[in-house]
Nanobody, 121 residues
Framework: QVQLVESGGGLVQAGGSLRLSCAAS????????MGWHRQAPGKQRELVAA???????NYGDSVKGRFTISRDNAKNTVYLQMNSLKPEDTGVYYC???????????????WGQGTQVTVSS
């Protein structure tokens, strides 16, 4: 089992910045990819950004140029730097990790509890 702990959410004015962090913990696992999804009330969860163990990144269209994802593989931690925030960015942000048990081919996925990001006008 891999557990994810998120931090960094909060209330910010439009145009401001926040940085989210997510740390994965457990034993005998290797991370293949980590990322962030968000969900607004009444809407489906959508991709914000993701990064593979090798460093390849993928961003949702609505955040390209404003958000940056990074990771520290040694710490099993992923970060999301959010700049030029808009009210439309408001939602619950969930950390996700895709992982494997060391020596086993089968993949697993874990989700954090989510952290609220609210962007005011």
């Amino acid at each position: 089992q891999v557990q994810l702990v998120e931090s960094g959410g909060g209330l910010v004015q439009a145009g401001g910045s926040l940085r989210l962090s997510c740390a994965a913990s457990g034993n005998g696992f290797s991370i293949n990819a980590m990322g962030w999804h968000r969900q607004a009330p009444g809407k489906q969860r959508e991709l914000v950004a993701a990064i593979t163990r090798g460093g390849a990144t993928n961003y949702g269209d609505s955040v390209k140029g404003r958000f940056t994802i990074s990771r520290d593989n040694a710490k099993n931690t992923v970060y999301l730097q959010m700049n030029s925030l808009k009210p439309e960015d408001t939602g619950v942000y969930y950390c996700n990790a895709q992982w494997q048990v060391v020596g086993v081919a089968r993949g697993f996925a874990s989700w954090g509890q989510g952290t609220q990001v609210t962007v005011s006008s």
